[in-house]
């Protein structure tokens, strides 16, 4: 499944204001996570990751009740790969969104999106570098301080078509909010109306169609790349339309995996740090 996918629901999603349309927003992140070696029943090489993201979200009011959900995201990964590692210079992802968020009962909402994609080491319009992906959730408010959600997440190309997906938010005190999910599982204290800490884990990564051979069977196929990170960092909001926000620590997990060709890279442990920032318009 596409770890770019993300999750619907932590807490589900506001609609907006019959006759109005919400601002979008945008948000652009850098990473980098340090070099450490890759095995497969010894060392293989090898690999440093730097990662860039850019995503861009609209809410626009339907009726009283809905709203349509549309974005676009790319991704791009830069591998500093020593000499010999089967692995790609790069990996891109440019996607769609489309879908809707529709509240029918107090309390409860339903989200459903569709999201098309290409992501590979080479980007073009061909069948095996086209994906699409989809996503229906349904959300509850509990009440004022808890919110959960569960539905399903499917996808054309992946290792795994169909997933379950769930996730809940919990404000257990007036400063302290705990939230579970995917990609991100952490716990935020806000310090003060600008500044919230946070620390937990997240998960970074995605399928992508590899179109180049970068060792004997390892062409026209599958690689799955993912990143498992535990740290903590900080988020501050210079103005209300503009929030920055750093984190690093250690990754815990790093591998490839040509899954269809039954061969994996498995990687040590590494440092990571990244910074990104959030406009809403």
């Known amino acids: 499944m596409p770890l770019a996918l993300g999750l619907i629901g932590a807490a589900s999603i506001a609609p907006a204001q019959s006759g ?57 990964d830069s591998l500093d790969l020593s000499a010999g590692v089967p692995l790609p210079n790069r990996l891109e992802s440019v996607g769609l969104s489309v879908g809707v968020n529709d509240r029918f ?4 909402s339903f989200t459903g999106l569709l999201r098309p994609n290409l992501s590979g080491d ?34 054309l190309r992946s290792r795994y078509h169909v997933l379950p997906i769930g996730g809940a938010r919990w404000r257990f005190s007036p400063d302290w909010t705990f939230a579970v999910g995917f990609p991100e599982t952490g716990v935020a204290f806000k310090a003060s109306d600008a500044l919230t800490v946070k620390a ?26 993912r990143e498992i990170r535990l740290g903590g960092g900080f ?17 815990l997990n790093r591998r490839f995996d040509y899954y269809d060709r039954d ?16 406009i809403r318009f």
């Not at 061969?263 to 959030?278: E, F, K, P, Q």
Request: glycine share 12%; charged share 20%; hydrophobic share 35%.
């Open 20 to 76: 109005t349309t919400l601002l979008s927003d945008a948000a652009l992140g850098y990473s980098y996570s340090s070099k450490a070696g890759l095995n497969r029943g010894g060392k293989v090489g090898d690999v440093a990751i730097q990662h860039y993201d850019f995503e861009w979200n609209t809410k626009t009011p339907l009726t009283a009740s809905s709203t349509l959900l549309t974005g676009l995201s790319c991704r791009r």
């Open 263 to 278: 061969y994996r890279l498995n990687g040590s442990s590494a440092a990571y740090l990244r910074v990104s920032a959030r």
């Open 200 to 225: 937990g884990a997240r998960i970074q990564g995605g399928d992508y169609r590899m179109t180049k051979a970068r060792a004997p069977g390892l062409g026209d196929t599958y690689l799955e790349y």
């Open 105 to 108: 009962a107090p309390g409860w």
């Open 122 to 155: 080479a980007l073009d319009l061909s069948g095996p570098n086209l994906n699409v992906a989809a996503i229906a959730s349904v959300g509850c408010e509990a009440s004022k301080d808890f919110s959960w959600s569960a539905g399903v997440a499917a996808a």
């Open 235 to 251: 988020e501050y909001t210079v103005e209300d339309h503009l929030s920055l926000e750093f984190d690093g620590g250690a990754v």
